[in-house]
């Protein structure tokens, strides 16, 4: 009895840590279908398991879109018009010749 429970808790560790490489290293449009089914399963399971929480936070997990690099969602969107100093010299493109 002891070896079947062992090879059970090995598999479960196993699938656990496929299911965190599949989620964190694959595709952005996988992770989003995964945490959806993954809630979805959750959300069904029975009351007296108190999974409700944890499957309304995948459910948001899944729905909110994340940026490349995980911070404030707006890459790209603002014009960021950095103030220039008055030590900088700005030299149009067109006047700069071509070395011979």
Known sequence: MN???DDVLVAAVLLASLGYALVKLGPRTLRKRILAHLS???AAA???LKLAGVAQRLAA????AQAACGGCDSCGTESSSAPQSPSEINVPIAKIGRRT
């Open 3 to 5: 070896a079947v429970l």
């Open 40 to 42: 979805l399963i959750l």
């Open 46 to 48: 029975p009351s007296f």
């Open 61 to 64: 997990a899944s729905g909110k």
